[in-house]
């Protein structure tokens, strides 16, 4: 009787930076992980049409781009002065996708939050990969757990569009929602919306509600005649901050993987400055890069630009010995 062959199957998951992957998320301190990467593939849909989007598949587009962004870890980056962690003993981990559950639409809701309270109570900073921008809602409240944070955190946001819609179709934590939901939070203070330009889902009233929070509102205009060093001057030093970037805020020449692009936006340059300006300034808790749908894209540019801006978070952070 000849042999049979058995294959078991599985799923392949490529990790950022082929990190290890650490799923047990309670032993991220005992490891002495400095750097987390957190998917977070689901947002709160407003249609059925929405509820499986090709923005659950940024998490893993950007994975894979890594090694077209960086190369190897040992490479020589320009963008930072020397190999992306300067030859110290930094550990970045990859904690997975958060799932998604279809029997409990809000499920996965409840455990990104749960998630990122574990990530950051560890001491870890925090990289999350969208997803639509609903995403960093419970990143949001998940930063409470920032062991001594004990001042308001600074929400810098990076869109084309302010996102401060009170609700759509009854869902009050989606997309259009995202920094109206954080200005609820005691532990967000000043927020800085950069990039802002062409129309979308903002009407009068939720300018109205931005500017009566005191929300900085800079449009895109601003941002290209001033500078983005101008921008940063406006930023208050000393700081805690949490950066979330729309992939739609960026020049979709090297973005252009959105469902909304418009002309004019952050270029790289722009976004390296911000990001360098606001590591110098104070403390970085994390950030973001969401609206990537994948199937748009080009030549996988617009993942290439995300990894080279989560390169720049960390690479910088490393210099600035924010891991001791």
């Known amino acids: 009787m000849p042999e049979t062959l058995t294959v078991e199957p599985r799923r392949e998951f490529h990790t950022l930076f082929d990190a290890p992957l650490v799923l047990d998320l309670d032993t991220l301190r005992e490891i002495g992980a400095h750097v987390a990467i957190l998917g977070l593939p689901f947002g709160s849909p407003y249609s059925m049409e929405d509820v499986n989007n090709d923005q659950a598949n940024a998490p893993t587009a950007i994975r894979r781009a890594w090694q077209r962004a960086l190369r190897g870890m040992e490479r020589y980056d320009f963008d930072v002065g020397g190999?992306?962690?300067?030859?110290?003993?930094?550990?970045?981990?990859?904690?997975?996708?958060?799932?998604?559950?279809?029997?409990?639409?809000?499920?996965?809701?409840?455990?990104?939050?749960?998630?990122?309270?574990?990530?950051?109570?560890?001491?870890?900073?925090?990289?999350?990969?969208?997803?639509?921008?609903?995403?960093?809602?419970?990143?949001?409240?998940?930063?409470?757990?920032?062991?001594?944070?004990?001042?308001?955190?600074?929400?810098?946001?990076?869109?084309?569009?302010?996102?401060?819609?009170?609700?759509?179709?009854?869902v009050r934590e989606g997309l259009s929602s995202t920094i109206r939901r954080a200005s609820e939070m005691d532990h967000i203070g000043e927020i800085f919306q950069i990039g802002l330009r062409s129309a979308g889902s903002a009407r009068p009233e939720e300018v109205e509600a931005a500017q009566a929070y005191g929300a900085h509102l800079i449009t895109d205009m601003e941002l290209q005649s001033r500078g983005m060093e101008a921008i940063l001057e406006r930023i208050p030093d000393g700081g805690t901050y949490y950066l979330t970037v729309d992939a739609d805020g960026i020049d979709p020449t090297i973005a252009p993987a959105v469902a909304g692009p418009a002309p004019g936006?952050?270029?790289?340059?722009?976004?390296?400055?911000?990001?360098?300006?606001?590591?110098?300034?104070?403390?970085?808790?994390?950030?973001?890069?969401?609206?990537?749908?994948?199937?748009?894209?080009?030549?996988?540019?617009t993942s290439v630009t995300a990894v080279r801006l989560i390169c720049n978070l960390i690479g910088k952070a490393v210099r600035a010995d924010y891991f001791g």
């Not at 030859?87 to 409840?110: E, S, T, Y």
């Not at 952050?266 to 403390?283: A, F, N, S, W």
Request: glycine share 10%.
């Open 83 to 170: 190999a992306l962690l300067d030859g110290r003993d930094i550990k970045i981990v990859d904690c997975g996708d958060v799932p998604g559950d279809q029997l409990d639409m809000d499920k996965h809701i409840r455990l990104s939050e749960e998630a990122v309270r574990k990530i950051v109570s560890a001491g870890c900073m925090i990289v999350s990969l969208g997803g639509d921008h609903a995403v960093p809602i419970p990143v949001f409240r998940g930063l409470t757990s920032v062991p001594d944070l004990k001042e308001p955190i600074t929400l810098i946001q990076v869109d084309a569009h302010i996102d401060w819609r009170d609700e759509m179709n009854g």
């Open 265 to 301: 936006g952050v270029t790289y340059p722009q976004m390296r400055t911000l990001i360098h300006g606001l590591v110098g300034k104070g403390r970085v808790l994390g950030m973001d890069v969401v609206e990537i749908t994948p199937a748009r894209d080009l030549n996988a540019i």
